[in-house]
């Protein structure tokens, strides 16, 4: 059942530099589903990163309101914040971020160590995660021995270990050649399908046929077309 995973309401964000302010992401009522993949699209600088960082509780915002399952987290101090995004939030970025002298288990077992899990437990579910995302038989392999496709497949076992609600990816292809990117996508789309709310900011015009919604932003202004309706701001 679809449930509103993150809301906003009257969100808005500005950086000042000196005299100046800029805009990055306009006021904004919008309302992120579980069991959906949303795709955020947009020119460089449009906002789309601000907004997803937003989403993800990286920053706060210069007004307006947030709610992550109901609950307002827009006055939660940092420590708070950072504790959500542990057992909530899983994080997939362009640059995979794994860390380099690390192999491919021990980066999954990673957050579940920060959670406090015992070895034992972290190593049994970043094994099954793996195995989930095809990596069976490269669970010991480091980064630099992976193709981009095996390290963004590591990455998304590493933000799914600890079972979070939201899935948050930045450009999760935009490294790949077109036929990892097609794997990872319907690895994604799988993801919303049991549940997961999957967000994607993403420039690739071919990811546009897994999405169930996609917001465009421009300039720090939201639009949204649902699968099958009209766009609207």
Known sequence: MEQNIVT????????????????????????????????????????KTTLLSILGCII??????????????????ERDLADLRLHEVGFVFQQFNLLEPLNALENVMHPLILQGASSSVAR??????????GLADRIFSLP??????????????RALVADPAMILCDEPTASLDAYSAEAIMVELNGLASVGKAVIVVTHDLRLRKFADKTIYVEEGVVSMKIKNEQYYK
């Open 60 to 77: 706060y915002p210069t007004s307006g309101k947030v709610f992550y399952k109901g609950r307002e987290v827009t006055g939660l101090n």
């Open 144 to 157: 630099k021995k992976l193709s981009g496709g095996q390290k963004q497949r590591v990455a998304i076992a």
């Open 8 to 47: 906003l309401e009257q969100v808005c964000k500005v950086y000042k530099t000196g005299d100046s302010s800029i805009t990055a992401l306009s006021t904004t009522d919008m309302s992120f589903e579980s069991g959906k993949l949303t795709l955020i699209m947009g020119p460089s600088g449009s906002g």
């Open 124 to 133: 049994s579910r970043a094994r099954r995660a793996l195995e989930k995302v």
